[in-house]
């Protein structure tokens, strides 16, 4: 990944921030998989720098705005070429602007492919059945269908494997979420789905509200009773292992998955309640289930 950040969510010049890394060290990163025999997606995104969720975003100049981005994307396209980056994931979770806009998404992609060679995907917002992922307007010029997968699962703290297992087939909110994702891939058969990013935090309630970074506490029912929200390792270790057992049974469909995420260097996993599985349980079911 790299970053680059708009002022608030009406804005309409992207530039780099103090999060962005620099070219040098993206370059380092995708050399150092690459001598691990790793293949790379790589995956720039636009942040709101007051900490607006990219999928709000509604720059006051349409047009101003895809300006900026096709400047900033490109320059990432040019990278991923002299590099051999195996996959671009060109925008991220753009909500409210991917339904509309057809014209300047085409003069994006064609200003993308002009530069980069390799096959070229999009994230879509995936947390309920009509989402983002239903209504991105260029997915017929994708070769490759990404969602990002924060379904919620069920209502409880601590769901055993087999009810998590059975959430995504009737989950919380009642939505067969296998199917809606099978349905979705069937109306585009010509192109392979993924997940371009899924995971659950470390913490008591993850896989209520898989989307909320922030929440101490995910679950509402824990709202009252913040000590109902500590470390935990188990439910995102379960949760991590019903996602293969139902997902290996559908591998012609979703062909692959990206979790989300793996920071450099590790945090400090006594006190982490964050994403990452390094370190913790859920990184013992990644190698069962990647070997």
Partial sequence: ?????????????????????????????????????????????????????????????VNAWFTSFTAFITHYAQLAQDNNVELLCFGTEYVQLSKANPSNWNSVINAIRAIYKGPLAYAANATYAGDEFTAVVFWDQMDVLGLDAYFPLTDQDDPSVPQLVSAWSMNRNSENIVADVLNFAAAHPSQPVLFSEI?????????????????????????????????????????????????????????????????????????????????????????????
């Avoid at 962005?20 to 995708?30: E, F, G, K, R």
């Fill in 199 to 291: 995971g659950y935090r470390s913490i008591s309630g993850a896989n209520v509200a898989p989307w909320d970074w922030s929440d101490p506490c995910p679950n509402p029912a824990d709202l009252n009773n913040p000590a109902n929200c500590p470390v935990d390792d188990a439910e995102q270790q379960n949760a991590y292992e019903a996602m293969f057992e139902v997902w290996s049974q559908h591998s012609a469909v979703m062909r692959g998955h990206f979790w989300w995420a793996w920071p450099v260097p590790p945090p400090d996993i006594a006190s982490d309640t964050d994403y990452n599985p390094r370190n913790k349980p859920a990184q013992t079911i990644v190698l069962q289930f990647w070997q």
């Fill in 1 to 61: 990944m790299a970053t680059w950040y708009q002022a608030n969510n009406t804005a309409t010049a992207i530039a780099p921030g103090a999060g962005t890394p620099s070219d040098a060290a993206v370059v380092a990163a995708i050399t150092e998989l690459h001598n691990q025999h790793v293949n790379v997606m790589f995956k720039p995104m636009v942040d709101g720098a007051d900490g607006s969720w990219r999928g709000t975003f509604t720059p006051t100049d």
